[in-house]
């Protein structure tokens, strides 16, 4: 199992550019999330799914948008990137059906580093 | 509203103990505990769901007050690989898993 993994691990983009991160996870995980972390900051929720062919807003989803077109996969789109969006982006996949237990558990990729010119 | 940890930083000796604590302006229906290293992503410890719970991993335990929406982490005997940054994530349902997270709480032990 690769677990949860995320493609790039590393991007420079200028100001204005478009770019798709990839999140892929073959735990067979119903939810998926994307968070930024900044500095000072934790995480923060961009957008998440529960299911194939659903998303929802997070806390933070201006500038961003998401496909979930397979269970696998999640993607998040920066169509006009700006420097505010210079950040480390971690997806994150979780089993639960619907109700949370204890034993739950947000599973982590290795993260993307961003930098918007 | 994110939630407020405490403190901000802490620095040990191996073998002491700390406590970090998560407070929450909001209801809650879990806490969830993570650490992370530099560089790395965060790694789950514990989920502490309403009815105020504790739970033990290792030499570290959690408990969770619901009425005072207040989480406290508690790591007895720290050794080496504790060292890294705590968060903890709160959650007012059951069922969305949309997280907040708090800013973090920098634990360093020094042998």
């Known amino acids: 199992n690769a677990g949860v993994t995320q493609t790039p691990k590393f991007r420079v983009l200028k100001t204005g550019q478009s770019m798709t991160l990839l999140c892929a996870q073959d735990?067979?995980?119903?939810?998926m999330y994307w968070y930024r972390q900044d500095p000072g900051m934790g995480l923060r929720l961009i957008h998440y799914?529960?299911?194939?062919?659903?998303?929802a807003k997070g806390e933070v989803p201006d500038g961003y948008n998401v496909s979930r077109l397979k269970k696998q996969n999640f993607l998040l789109g920066l169509e006009s990137a700006a420097p505010s969006q210079t950040s480390v982006y971690f997806c994150?996949?979780?089993?639960?059906?619907?109700?949370?237990?204890?034993?739950?558990?947000?599973?982590f990729g290795p993260g993307t580093r961003l930098t918007v010119l | 509203q994110q939630p407020v940890q405490s403190p901000q930083a802490v620095i040990l000796r191996e073998g002491e103990d700390a406590v970090i604590n998560c407070s929450s302006s909001?209801?809650?229906?879990?806490v969830h505990w993570y650490r992370q290293k530099h560089g790395e992503a965060p790694v789950f410890l514990m989920i502490?769901?309403?009815?105020?719970e504790q739970k033990g991993h290792d030499k570290i335990s959690a408990s969770f007050n619901e009425k005072k929406q207040q989480s406290s982490l508690y790591l007895t005997a720290s050794q080496l690989s504790y060292s890294g940054t705590y968060f903890c994530?709160?959650?007012?349902?059951?069922?969305?898993?949309?997280?907040?997270f708090g800013q973090g709480t920098t634990l360093q032990v020094k042998p």
């Open positions: 994150a996949s979780e089993e639960r059906k619907f109700q949370l237990t204890s034993t739950d558990t947000q599973y």
């Open positions: 735990m067979n995980h119903e939810y």
């Open positions: 799914s529960v299911g194939e062919g659903t998303t």
């Open positions: 909001k209801a809650l229906y879990s």
């Open positions: 502490l769901l309403k009815g105020g």
């Open positions: 994530g709160t959650d007012p349902t059951s069922n969305t898993g949309k997280l907040i």
